[in-house]
């Protein structure tokens, strides 16, 4: 007990740049704070929840509870669509979301979750850590007086659920199909027809016909929708992103009230929260993928000339937002950069060695 009270209360000391102090004086002197938050994610989607309930968790923790955030889940205080705007406005103090959401509203916030033929997880950690993603976002956001934080990555994503097949780029074309932000914009251009869904919705929409494809994320969260049972064709891989990464959208002004050692503690909140969220993933998508497939699900890869159909409708989008927007410039030309430098440096050493991993002790390996 003596141990944990003296790393408390060193922790606390340092974050506030001064000389630790007792834990007695730390709790007289430190403010009660009280924020809401809204997730853009349902409790029911766990894993993606957890991410909020994660941040709460430490904060409370690490300020002996003087710093508390309440959740409500999609809908309760604001729709998921709108926590942006609810930040923005403090109608909350903060929001967990993605801003994949938000592509029709601005496109260049897509590139603080995921792009078509992007960046994968680690490539996205590393850009906005230490490259130039978290800097260039930030100005992106301030226009919305929001500091954004990222907050979780799901891993490479899934290319959904199809009810037919998709042989040829024609295949796309009249596809009634559920995506999201960028994914959507490039879909319309091969001939899709985005449709718009609440993911509680997606079996019945597939079964009936409503819709003819259904992206989500993966494995690990689409077991629990059972769309295997009305749309067998489980498409890999989601060339829309290479991950998804989940922010933390923070109300500038209430950010600038806190006191030092609670912005510290938001900050490393987050980056465990992160951290937590990509272990999960990673741990359950295997077992998930497994079981998905012992029922029925047929995993079939994109052909490479859908693939390279996306991505040539990808790059024309870029080309075209990009003349429009000098802020979405940018940030794709940043991002590009980033990649094309990761890239050969993945295949030489992580690429390698899981393609080592997977072939040894195979006949022919």
């Given at each position: 007990?003596?141990?944990?009270?003296f790393?408390?209360?060193?922790?606390l000391?340092?974050a506030?740049?001064?000389?630790?102090?007792?834990?007695?004086a730390?709790a007289?002197?430190a403010?009660?704070?009280s924020w809401?938050l809204?997730?853009?994610f349902?409790?029911?989607?766990?894993?993606?929840?957890a991410g909020?309930?994660?941040?709460?968790?430490?904060?409370?923790e690490?300020?002996d509870?003087h710093?508390?955030?309440e959740i409500?889940?999609?809908?309760?205080?604001?729709?998921?669509g709108?926590?942006?705007?609810?930040?923005q406005?403090?109608?909350?103090?903060?929001?967990?979301?993605?801003?994949t959401r938000?592509?029709?509203?601005?496109?260049?916030?897509c590139?603080?979750?995921?792009?078509p033929?992007?960046l994968?997880?680690?490539?996205?950690n590393?850009w906005?850590?230490?490259?130039?993603?978290?800097?260039?976002t930030?100005?992106?956001?301030?226009?919305?007086n929001?500091?954004?934080?990222?907050?979780?990555?799901?891993?490479?994503q899934?290319?959904?659920?199809f009810?037919?097949?998709?042989?040829?780029?024609?295949?796309?074309r009249?596809?009634?199909?559920?995506?999201?932000?960028?994914a959507?914009?490039?879909?319309?251009r091969?001939?899709?027809t985005?449709v718009?869904?609440a993911?509680?919705?997606?079996?019945?929409?597939?079964?009936?016909?409503?819709?003819?494809?259904?992206?989500?994320?993966g494995p690990?969260?689409?077991?629990?929708?059972?769309?295997y049972?009305?749309a067998?064709?489980?498409y890999f891989p989601g060339?829309?992103?290479g991950?998804?990464?989940?922010?933390?959208?923070?109300?500038?002004d209430?950010?600038?009230?806190?006191?030092?050692?609670?912005?510290?503690?938001?900050a490393?909140?987050c980056?465990?929260?992160t951290?937590?969220?990509?272990?999960?993933?990673?741990?359950?998508?295997?077992?998930?993928?497994r079981?998905l497939v012992?029922r029925g699900a047929?995993?079939?890869?994109?052909?490479k000339p859908?693939?390279?159909?996306?991505?040539?409708?990808?790059?024309?989008?870029?080309?075209e937002?990009?003349?429009?927007?000098?802020?979405?410039?940018?940030?794709?030309?940043?991002?590009?950069?980033?990649?094309?430098?990761?890239?050969?440096w993945?295949r030489?050493?992580e690429?390698?060695?899981d393609?080592?991993?997977?072939?040894?002790g195979?006949?022919?390996?």
């Open positions: 007990m003596q141990r944990r009270a790393l408390k209360q060193t922790a000391g340092a506030a740049g001064s000389a630790a102090l007792a834990a007695p730390f007289q002197e403010p009660t704070v809401r809204a997730s853009s349902p409790n029911e989607s766990p894993t993606l929840f909020a309930e994660d941040v709460a968790r430490y904060v409370a690490v300020t509870g710093f508390n955030i409500f889940p999609a809908g309760d205080l604001v729709q998921p709108q926590v942006l705007e609810a930040v406005h403090r109608v909350v103090d903060c929001g967990h979301t993605a801003s938000y592509f029709d509203m601005d496109p260049a916030l590139f603080d979750a995921g792009v033929f992007g994968n997880t680690r490539q996205m590393a906005m850590t230490q490259g130039e993603g978290l800097a260039l930030r100005v992106l956001f301030d226009k919305y929001i500091l954004n934080f990222p907050c979780g990555y799901t891993g490479a899934m290319g959904g659920w009810r037919g097949e998709v042989k040829t780029v024609d295949d796309l009249g596809l009634k199909v559920k995506a999201g932000g960028f959507r914009h490039v879909l319309s091969l001939g899709a985005p718009e869904v993911v509680s919705d997606t079996y019945a929409a597939l079964e009936d016909g409503t819709v003819d494809a259904v992206a989500w994320i690990h969260d689409d077991e629990s929708l059972a769309l049972k009305v067998r064709n489980y060339w829309w992103a991950t998804l990464q989940l922010s933390l959208y923070v109300n500038q209430a950010y600038d009230e806190l006191p030092k050692p609670y912005q510290s503690a938001l490393l909140a980056r465990m929260a951290g937590n969220m990509i272990a999960k993933y990673d741990a359950g998508n295997p077992d998930a993928l079981r012992s047929q995993l079939k890869a994109f052909p859908v693939l390279q159909a996306c991505y040539e409708a990808s790059l024309a989008a870029y080309k937002m990009g003349a429009k927007d000098p802020m979405f410039k940018k940030l794709y030309e940043s991002m590009t950069a980033f990649r094309d430098k990761e890239v050969p993945f030489v050493a690429g390698s060695f393609n080592l991993i997977a072939t040894l195979q006949p022919g390996a």
